[in-house]
């Protein structure tokens, strides 16, 4: 529309400055934004520690469920970064065991579709789950034992996805007591060699076809995650900002929940993407447009350093 709001802005120097000078509350994506697979990003090693050194509060905020906080605090340490705490990473996966621990009032047990990162984060928070049930071949939902203290299903990214899995995930959404969360709505991921993964939206969405139902998101854009942060760390939206490359998920994210926004380069969307929904019409998209775009989280270190 003619009066679309501002947006966009290639930052540099003085203004990026001026920027992390109002923020004390800085929130990285992991993938594309801070890392690449199992590669650090050039300079965010750099940036990550020199915010820590000038008092901001760092928070890592991924839709990767599928390593528990342990791992990620591992992985943050063999990729060099140093001094990352457990309570600075929100992954889809925890958010996903705090809002069932705290917030659901769960009346029974968790029927999971997902993996290792999943189990273990609703295991360490207490909350009862279905333990995943082992293939039996030949069998199929007629005659699969199901569980009737289910309360709530919980889909996320599964590697080992299956039909009877989707199959069993169906039955107990029947019941409208039931309760149907979904860890991430990201549809796919880019994976090395220039090939893709179907993320867990692409699970999510074949749930919601069959069951006419639909998920109550808990990471990015869900402002739940943020919730999570400002519930356990006391941060406040006007004095934060979001860091992604993702503009359906980290900058609408970051729009939802009322911070300020930078959308990097190293990952996912373009340029041109940001733009074109800065031009929209759509109202949807006119909320994933980011505020501010860098190249790489690297310009951050030029702006700390002088
Ligand atoms: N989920 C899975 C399974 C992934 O592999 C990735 C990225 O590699 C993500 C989610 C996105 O993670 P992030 O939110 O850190 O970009
Ligand atoms: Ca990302």
Request: aromatic letters at 12%.
């Given at each position: 529309g003619a009066l679309s709001r501002r947006g966009c802005i290639k930052i540099r120097g003085p203004q990026l400055r001026e920027l992390l000078d109002s923020k004390c509350n800085i929130l990285f994506d992991c993938d594309g934004v801070i890392w690449e697979g199992e590669k650090a990003i050039p300079g965010a090693i750099e940036v990550v520690s020199l915010l820590k050194n000038q008092g901001k509060n760092v928070f890592f905020v991924t839709n990767n469920c599928t390593r528990p906080r342990d791992s990620y605090m591992q992985k943050f340490t063999r990729l060099g970064f140093t001094d990352v705490q457990k309570r600075d990473i929100f992954s889809s996966a925890y958010c996903s065991a705090v809002y069932l621990r705290d917030f659901a009032n769960l009346q029974g047990k968790v029927f999971v579709i997902g993996g290792?990162?999943?189990?273990?984060e609703l295991r360490e928070a207490g909350v009862p789950?279905?333990?995943s049930e082992p293939e039996t071949p030949g069998m199929t939902i007629s005659d699969c034992p199901l569980h009737s203290d289910v309360k709530a299903?919980?889909?996320a990214y599964d590697e080992d996805f299956n039909f009877?899995?989707?199959a069993k995930a169906c039955c107990y959404l029947r019941d409208s007591e039931c309760l149907f969360i979904a860890s991430d709505p990201d549809p796919w991921h880019p994976v090395r060699g220039g090939r893709v993964t179907p993320g867990s939206g692409s699970l999510t969405a074949a749930l919601e076809t069959a069951?006419?139902?639909k998920a109550t998101v808990m990471g990015k854009p869900s402002r739940f995650m943020f919730e999570c942060i400002t519930s356990q760390c006391g941060a406040d939206a006007a004095q934060s900002l979001m860091v992604g490359d993702r503009l359906e998920t980290d900058i609408l994210f970051g729009a939802n929940c009322g911070l300020s926004t930078v959308l990097t380069l190293t990952g996912v969307s373009t340029i041109e993407e940001a733009q074109a929904n800065l031009e929209s019409d759509s109202p949807a998209k006119q909320n994933a447009v980011p505020d501010y775009v860098v190249d790489s989280i690297d310009v951050f270190l030029f702006i700390i350093l002088h």
């Open positions: 290792d990162g999943v189990y273990k789950f279905v333990e299903v919980l889909v009877l899995k989707l069951t006419n139902r």
